[in-house]
């Protein structure tokens, strides 16, 4: 049990009154952070492997990024999309520069990016035929909590109450190139799909999964729209998690990582496709601005090869630690995942778990009911890892 200092106390108190009760919190408030530590109103100090649920790439507090904000807040804010602002142009470029896409469109968050592919997709699919708009995604994937998103995610909990859900969203088993070949229609739009599934419990899929299924969109003539709003900015250690499958999509999603902790999306798409968003087809009235450009311009320039090839040594160096500790209990019963996103099977719920490392100062998350996830920042040190895998250890029981 973590006893509340009077801090704590406090603000939970004040915050349970005016909060809307949407959120399961844990009694824990933070004032300041740094790398991948965060400390509570109280002054006890946590080792954060959960990084704002894989956003804070660089760790908290980067100093650059505070350079980037500072700088930027003090030249300009936000201007509308009805005029050009040069930090947008720039991480445009740097995304299509780094990426299989050629033109980007920017938001504020991933169910916004996923809207919005939804959208383009619906749009560019009409072009080839006017009866197609079913988009086909994955049972247990997630995709935001809008109403398209909610409805595109392969999870009832998600969408019970929100009734009616938009029309034109089918759901096939993940990992299932069978199932998804037989789901395709004449209305088929786009197939969406994450490459890893992150909140449906860091599933991945064989190995030729993805190829198959771009050989299966190419063969339809459907398009591929990857969310990589969770494995996207060095998460699994490539840029994107697609490269290591070997294909591109047509339509890719952002966010999370790419703002390093501050508000961002995008949707990348090759210009064909992207042509059909014309003047009033979409827009966001943040999306794109200089602020939150110029933040995340500088995430992704740390993003160099010896940065991704550290993310993965690091997921490496976190994978063999967890599978050494399951040999030696019976209590895990799988290891999952890429470079640093990975996710823990046990056979006790998460939750008590999760509880227990919090009172030896390590944040955990978990994406449902028997699965621990870790994603520390992308800047997490082996020492940091061991200290992390030790303090799991002990609240396993393992090490006295
Ligand atoms: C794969 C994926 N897509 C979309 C979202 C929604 O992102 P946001 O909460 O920024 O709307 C999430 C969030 O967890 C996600 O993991």
């Given at each position: 049990m973590v006893l509340l200092g009077k801090q704590s106390q406090k603000w939970i108190k004040r915050g349970g009154r005016v909060l809307m009760p949407n959120y399961a919190r844990f009694p824990l408030v933070f004032t300041k952070g740094r790398g991948a530590i965060l400390v509570s109103a109280d002054n006890s100090a946590y080792l954060d492997f959960v990084s704002g649920i894989a956003v804070n790439s660089l760790g908290h507090c980067n100093k650059g990024m505070a350079r980037a904000i500072q700088k930027q807040a003090a030249s300009l804010l936000h201007i509308s999309n009805l005029y050009y602002n040069i930090p947008q142009i720039e991480l445009a470029e740097w995304l299509t520069d780094h990426s299989f896409a050629n033109q980007v469109f920017f938001c504020n968050s991933g169910a916004e990016a996923n809207e919005a592919a939804i959208k383009l997709a619906r749009l560019f699919a009409k072009t080839i035929n006017p009866n197609r708009f079913e988009i086909i995604s994955a049972e247990n994937s997630f995709h935001g909590r809008t109403l398209a998103t909610l409805t595109a995610t392969g999870q009832k909990k998600y969408q019970e109450?929100?009734?009616p859900l938009p029309k034109g969203f089918l759901h096939v088993p993940f990992d299932d190139v069978g199932a998804l070949e037989k789901a395709i229609t004449p209305n088929t739009a786009a197939v969406l799909l994450e490459p890893i599934q992150g909140e449906g419990g860091v599933r991945v899929p064989k190995s030729n999964y993805l190829t198959e299924v771009r050989k299966l969109c190419d063969k339809n003539n459907l398009l591929l729209v990857l969310d990589e709003v969770q494995t996207g900015m060095g998460r699994t250690g490539t840029l994107f998690a697609y490269e290591q499958a070997g294909i591109t999509p047509d339509i890719l999603t952002l966010a999370k990582g790419l703002g390093g902790g501050f508000p961002i999306g995008a949707m990348l798409a090759r210009q064909k496709i992207a042509?059909?968003?014309?003047?009033?087809k979409h827009a966001a009235?943040?999306?794109?601005?200089p602020l939150a450009c110029s933040v995340a311009l500088t995430v992704s320039k740390q993003m160099t090869p010896s940065f991704l090839k550290r993310v993965q040594d690091m997921g490496n160096h976190l994978f063999k630690n967890l599978v050494l500790l399951q040999s030696k209990t019976g209590l895990i019963k799988e290891v999952r995942g890429a470079g640093l996103l990975v996710g823990i099977d046990l056979s006790l719920p998460a939750l008590e778990i999760i509880k227990k490392a919090h009172d030896k100062g390590l944040l955990l998350s978990r994406t449902s009911g028997h699965t621990v996830r870790m994603t520390p920042?992308?800047?997490?040190?082996c020492k940091e890892i061991d200290q992390a895998v030790s303090i799991f250890e002990e609240v396993l029981g393992v090490k006295a």
């Open positions: 109450g929100f009734e042509a059909v968003f014309t003047p009033g009235t943040f999306g794109g601005n920042p992308l800047t997490v040190s």
